[in-house]
């Protein structure tokens, strides 16, 4: 009996194997659109930024321009009546200010205090 020796097949695909420098480069082209995709995020939020800015100034532009007309020439209802809206500034609610000093003592009480429910000691 001879026996054949049958060539074995490697269980791995080889015919398609990248070089290192095809890996690399692949891997490169990885890298450089990460860098592409968050300078672009960085930029827009940068801009995004500017605009929240100006569009702050322009706010306290508004309510000056608003508290120079209600201050003579027009009437809040009226302008709300013409399509202009009331600023934010104007629509908050704020508490007034008490006149009363306030105090910075504790008002806690020990366990040692006199409560109603214990019985007074002589």
């Known amino acids: 009996m001879t026996t054949e020796k049958t060539p074995t097949t490697p269980a791995l695909d080889l015919s398609s194997v990248p070089t290192p420098e095809a890996l690399e480069a692949a891997a490169n082209a ?3 659109k990460r860098i592409e995709t968050g300078r672009r995020v960085a930029d ?5 930024r500017d605009a929240y800015a100006h569009a702050a100034e322009l706010e306290k532009e508004f309510e000056s321009a608003y508290q ?11 302008l ?8 934010r500034s104007a629509t908050r609610a704020r508490r007034p200010r ?7 003592r504790s008002t806690k009480r020990t366990s040692s205090s006199t409560r109603s429910d214990q019985p007074e000691s002589n």
Not at 44 to 48: D, I, N
């Open 30 to 32: 990885t890298v450089q």
């Open 44 to 48: 827009v939020l940068a801009k995004l």
């Open 68 to 78: 120079d007309a209600t201050s003579g020439a027009w009437s809040p209802e009226e």
């Open 80 to 87: 709300t009546a013409a399509g202009i809206p009331t600023p």
């Open 98 to 104: 008490s006149t009363a000093r306030r105090t910075t």
